[in-house]
């Protein structure tokens, strides 16, 4: 049965890829679309030209559950992950012993996912048709799509609701689900800042967290690199500018916030996460067409955790398995 079937993932993030391996466990070939040039989604690396390096979305990882903890140790087996113990931390931050980080960068702890997987890069979906009880995929390369047996959407709510405008009962549920964004600054300077933080996390005001990028594991340490992540309300306010003021902003309130004069800087950069901070989940792990043949995840399923991406991912991997079954 599994060598005849045939099944579309869009997106290479967690959920994406979770559900792609235990797939491909279970005798299946899934092939992935996505539009990025890596793997992870905001389990991303930003390298710049100057060799400095920026885990600009996730910054770090935990793991309650079982098979994500697996996971996460054969991460460590292979090297592609290790453990991050940022040198102080605001009191009011629970001080974790297993905050685990991808080596070199964050993507390393998804790369055991991505094993054999049939992974299209830099490849955008621009649209999909229900054809029966199958699915037409087109992309700017292929503009008159592939037709596929199962498709599985894992892009965030708001872009899953516009990708499938054509299934209104799924697009009134992905209208319930809140996701915040998330203005992010990468910044290399030539001399170590002078504070005595590695991370610092705050839950009011106009910075959320900023961590010393360079105080992980096997990061490059020619430079002091930063990465500066706004609040919620604040990322709102400043959504659409462009990423240079974005840049210039952040830097501002950066430097205002810790108190310090800045030293030269070697990169300076900004980043846009239109959908990073779930603020209303789905409340199950994923939602599925009446005819199975469609199936919608991600970690704002069940709310702001990798974990959670990783849980909806093998949710519905499990879900298309019965389909093909019943």
């Avoid at 920026?54 to 994500?68: C, L, M, S």
């Avoid at 997987?117 to 008159?144: A, F, K, Y």
């Avoid at 910075?207 to 360079?214: E, G, K, P, Q, T």
Wanted: hydrophobic share 40%; net charge neutral; with cysteine.
């Amino acid at each position: 049965m599994a060598a005849k079937t045939s099944i579309a993932i869009i997106g290479a993030g967690v959920c994406g890829l979770a559900c792609a391996n235990l797939l491909r466990s279970e005798g299946y070939s899934p092939k992935i679309f996505e539009k990025s040039r890596g793997i992870g989604g905001r389990m991303a690396t930003r390298r710049a030209k100057n060799g400095v390096a920026f885990d600009h979305g996730a910054q770090y990882v935990t793991a309650r559950n079982p098979d994500f903890k697996a996971l996460m140790a054969e991460a460590m087996q292979d090297g592609s992950a290790g453990y991050w113990y940022p040198s102080r931390i605001d009191p009011n931050t629970v001080m974790s012993q297993d905050w685990m980080v991808g080596l070199p960068g964050m993507s390393g702890l998804v790369k055991p996912l991505a094993n054999g997987i049939d992974i299209r890069l830099h490849t955008e979906v621009t649209g999909v048709d229900r054809v029966s009880n199958s699915w037409c995929i087109r992309t700017q390369m292929n503009p008159n799509g592939d037709i596929f047996d199962r498709l599985v959407v894992t892009a965030p709510a708001p872009q899953a609701r516009a990708l499938l405008a054509s299934e209104p009962s799924i697009g009134r549920v992905l209208d319930r689900v809140s996701i915040e964004p998330c203005l992010a600054l990468m910044v290399a300077f030539d001399d170590p800042l002078n504070v005595k933080i590695d991370a610092q996390r705050w839950d009011s005001g106009d910075l959320a967290w900023v961590a010393r990028n360079s105080s992980k594991p096997e990061r490059d340490g020619s430079a002091d690199c930063w990465v500066v992540h706004a609040s919620p309300s604040w990322s709102e306010k400043y959504l659409e500018l462009d990423r240079d003021e974005i840049a210039q902003k952040l830097l501002s309130l950066f430097k205002s916030t810790l108190g310090i004069d800045l030293p030269s800087m070697s990169h300076m950069s900004g980043h846009k996460w239109r959908y990073a901070l779930t603020t209303s989940p789905l409340g199950k792990p994923f939602l599925e067409s009446e005819d199975k043949s469609l199936f919608v995840g991600g970690d704002w399923c069940m709310g702001a955790r990798v974990e959670y991406a990783f849980e909806s991912g093998q949710a519905i991997a499990s879900a298309v398995t019965d389909s093909f079954r019943n």
